[in-house]
């Protein structure tokens, strides 16, 4: 058996003091090096005897331990041993700079041992001052006089008595609650707290390889009613993201702005975040040419952070409709709402083909075709329109009733240049669908990007 012990440690008069994980996080964190990991006392145990190699030996487990710290900022400290406690006692010793004695375990002082704290003033008084000298006290007298528990730390010291420790594992699902260190009055007083949380998010989405899509933060109201009105125990709110991500500065954005927005109906005295949805995480794609690793936010993460800042139905994205007619093939809808890509092969097949299909279509389209003007016989749009590409008969709409206007789309359509306005999508209108005496009227019906 070899154990190693970690403690983490702040300093609380640093102006930036780092935001460190919740103790299950830092559990889970642990779990990557070894399926052998509990919380013993104040420090996190990893029993690494049968893992280690894998690592490269103790040393280059220790190094690999501090490098990847999950609490940047905050000062990780760590200790060997044979058994968890003298692991432990170690640590302990390397925490208040004293020397660790060469005879171990029976030299270790006798503050180091968790069992014996309860006893330290007797044991000092019978002259017992370390791991050793109470170990050579009469076994049956010492566990009636102190208790079982005194023994029984001994032995495991000594390697005569098994361990049994309560393993960590890592939940399917994350869920962390923790207490406020003092009443929010406020929704963007949570965030320091909501901090603490995204940490352990961030290290059990690694742990899991999934990315967050929807995540909720709820806090516990701390008053059942407030001004003779009845509160509810709880207040959330939710994000969601359009794709999967393990980005805690961006969903911290998202919170922020979130909450900024919000209105705490009572003090808050609990905060709670939990997964509603998660992905698989294919991870990040990288470039060696500097030209492709643009800095700055992704577009669906700009879109994101400005849907929750200026409301979902105030950013919107074109949508593709079922249907013939230009003026009704796309709708506007709420660019968070729309619907997932289709993962599957015959899904991305029918997308790519609709796409080939319509790949004359404009990106924006007019909800009602622009009647354009005349220049004799060229229609004229910011200048004379100049037609590129064309024409393309559209026949559609005969199967509508009143509610469409009763009368068939008979258009011959073209890609046209306008000298200001760049290129757009027009068509003429064929007399023959308006029962009209030969008038040849044009309109605009889209712009291309």
Request: with cysteine.
């Amino acid at each position: 058996m070899h154990w190693i012990a970690l403690r983490w440690s702040l300093d609380a008069d640093a102006p930036d003091a780092p935001v460190l994980p919740t103790p299950e996080a830092l559990g889970w964190w642990a779990l990557r090096y070894t399926p052998h990991a509990a919380w013993q006392d104040e420090a996190l145990m990893l029993e690494v005897s049968a893992c280690e190699r894998l690592w490269g030996g103790r040393t280059s487990l220790m190094r690999q331990l501090a490098h990847e710290n999950p609490a940047p900022g905050a000062v990780l400290r760590g200790a060997q041993g044979a058994t968890s406690l003298i692991a432990l006692a170690r640590l302990r010793l390397f925490e208040r700079n004293e020397n660790r004695p060469k005879d171990i375990p029976a030299g270790l002082p006798l503050d180091t041992l968790t069992a014996a704290h309860p006893h330290l003033d007797l044991l000092a008084r019978l002259g017992c001052r370390t791991w050793g000298e109470v170990a050579a006290l009469p076994r049956g007298g010492l566990t009636r006089r102190f208790g079982a528990q005194l023994r029984k730390a001994l032995d495991i010291a000594w390697g005569l008595c098994p361990e049994s420790h309560d393993w960590l594992t890592l939940p399917d699902v994350f869920e962390q609650k923790l207490e406020l260190p003092a009443l929010a009055e406020t929704a963007p007083e949570l965030m320091w707290s909501a901090n603490r949380l995204l940490a352990a998010l961030q290290i059990w989405l690694r742990a899991r390889q999934r990315g967050a899509r929807a995540l909720e933060l709820q806090w516990t109201l701390d008053l059942k009613r407030f001004n003779g009105v009845n509160l509810p125990p709880h207040q959330q709110v939710t994000v969601r993201t359009a794709e999967p991500t393990q980005d805690m500065a961006h969903l911290r954005r998202l919170l922020s702005e979130k909450l900024a927005l919000t209105t705490l109906a009572a003090p808050a005295s609990w905060l709670a975040l939990r997964t509603l949805e998660t992905d698989p995480w294919a991870g990040a794609s990288t470039s060696f040419l500097p030209e492709d690793n643009r800095k700055g936010d992704k577009l669906h993460e700009m879109v994101e952070r400005l849907s929750v800042r200026l409301g979902p139905h105030q950013v919107v994205v074109p949508a593709a409709q079922a249907d013939h007619r230009p003026e009704r093939k796309q709708a506007w809808s709420p660019a968070l709402q729309q619907d997932k890509a289709p993962t599957d092969k015959a899904g991305k097949q029918a997308k790519a083909a609709a796409l080939q299909a319509d790949a004359i279509y404009p990106p924006w389209l007019l909800p009602e075709p622009l009647l354009l003007e005349m220049d004799g016989e060229s229609p004229c749009y910011r200048g004379p329109l100049r037609k590129l590409v064309g024409p393309q008969r559209i026949e559609a709409g005969w199967w509508g009733g009143k509610e469409d206007g009763g009368q068939p789309a008979m258009r011959d359509y073209y890609v046209a240049e306008s000298p200001e306005a760049g290129l757009v999508w027009i068509f003429r209108e064929r007399p023959s669908a308006r029962f009209s005496p030969g008038e040849v009227r044009w309109y605009l019906q889209g712009f291309y990007a």
